[in-house]
């Protein structure tokens, strides 16, 4: 990790085939509720919570600390009750996408926290309003896809000293294709999806094997639901 960004935890759940959800991509559920448990706390230990495009529509997560004693420990830290919520965005309104933010998203009205949007060029003026509108901060970063190097350094400037990565796995892939990943909690469930075109951790154009990113197993835990949870950190040299 450098001085001009976070430290960024990426928390994932796949199955023993490496899905991240089914080829119906509704946002399948495959962590347990203790594994729920783990992931608020990680939630309340951290000053921002991020999500890709994808998964900001297509499943609309509220992106809360929901546990009230965890959100209580962040007020008694001086710290605000939720994270911010962070949402990467390459076009705010493209029909190709299907759905939008809207008035009743639940990133929008899901609270208290502060509401963060990044942009590209892409995305229109009066897109940028109509967000802003809805008390949703919005910043490009970059003109023709987000710039997560820069977004990165913006949020510091926002005091987000630990950045909490949910998804997708768009988003994932290129965060970890540019070294901006620090670890990697990897929640495996006991099931199999299936399906050449269902999500994995990450996807994007792909890596040759002399290009693969490199991991350093910290440490592995056996739940009770009979997953396993690795916690990775990136390894930044060849050894």
């Known amino acids: 990790m ?130 802003r509108k809805l008390g949703v901060e919005v910043l490009v970063a970059g003109e023709r896809r987000v710039d997560l190097a820069e977004a990165l350094r913006r949020l510091v400037s926002m005091g987000v000293k630990k950045l909490l990565v949910e998804g997708g796995s768009t988003l994932n892939a290129e965060l970890l294709r540019q070294r901006l990943i620090d670890e990697i909690y990897l929640y495996v469930a006991p099931l199999i999806f299936e399906g050449a075109s269902a999500p994995t951790l990450a996807d994007g154009p792909g890596l040759q094997r002399n290009e693969a990113i490199r991991l350093r197993l910290l440490d592995v835990e056996k739940m009770e639901d009979g997953a396993v949870l690795l916690h990775y950190a990136l390894r930044d040299t060849e050894t």
């Open 2 to 131: 450098s001085g001009d960004r976070p430290f960024v935890i990426l928390n994932t759940a796949v199955t023993a085939d490496g899905k991240i959800d089914t080829i119906a991509r509704q946002g399948a559920v495959i962590s347990s509720a203790s594994d729920w448990e783990r992931v608020d706390r990680l939630r309340a230990e951290s000053d921002a919570i991020m999500v890709g495009g994808r998964t900001l529509l297509g499943e609309d997560p509220r992106l809360l600390v929901k546990s009230p004693s965890l959100r209580e420990e962040r007020l008694a830290r001086g710290l605000e009750e939720n994270p911010i919520k962070v949402g990467i965005l390459t076009k705010i309104d493209d029909p190709a996408d299907g759905p939008t933010l809207h008035v009743g998203s639940r990133f929008v009205t899901a609270g208290p926290a502060r509401r963060v949007i990044f942009t590209s060029g892409l995305s229109s003026a009066e897109q940028i309003e109509r967000l």
